[in-house]
């Protein structure tokens, strides 16, 4: 099986700044897109940003211009810097993973984090 393991979320204040990281661990031969996803209150869970292993991103209209994704492929490790947050930023955030877990099957997983809260508020 994979795990995906996310850091501590947090309080912060509007206008700073926050770094997710999500760490895979278990029966790992590669893994395509990494991506993190979040859900507010009352709301369906939303892209925020994902990457391929060859490291192109593509981001929510919301978080283009102040998150960056990134990602260390030695590591199965992906990352989130927010900047600029806002308190409609506030939201459990998701890392989410495709991982084929066989050199023996082409066969993609897709998992997902636990999800930690992320809240902007002054």
């Known amino acids: 099986q994979v795990q995906l393991v996310e850091s501590e979320g947090g309080l912060v204040q509007p206008g700073g700044s926050l770094r997710l990281s999500c760490a895979a661990s278990?029966?790992?031969?590669?893994?395509?897109?990494m991506g993190w996803y979040r859900q507010a209150p009352g709301k369906q869970r939303e892209l925020v940003a994902r990457i391929t292993n060859g490291g192109s991103a593509n981001y929510a209209d919301s978080a283009e211009g102040r998150f960056t994704i990134s990602r260390d492929n030695a590591k199965n490790t992906v990352y989130l810097q927010m900047n600029s947050l806002k308190p409609e930023d506030t939201a459990v955030y998701y890392c989410?993973?495709?991982?084929?877990?066989?050199?023996?099957?082409?066969?993609?997983?897709?998992?997902w984090g636990q999800g930690t809260q992320v809240t902007v508020s002054s």
């Open positions: 278990g029966t790992i031969f590669s893994i395509n897109d």
């Open positions: 989410n993973a495709d991982v084929r877990r066989s050199i023996f099957s082409s066969r993609v997983y897709n998992y």
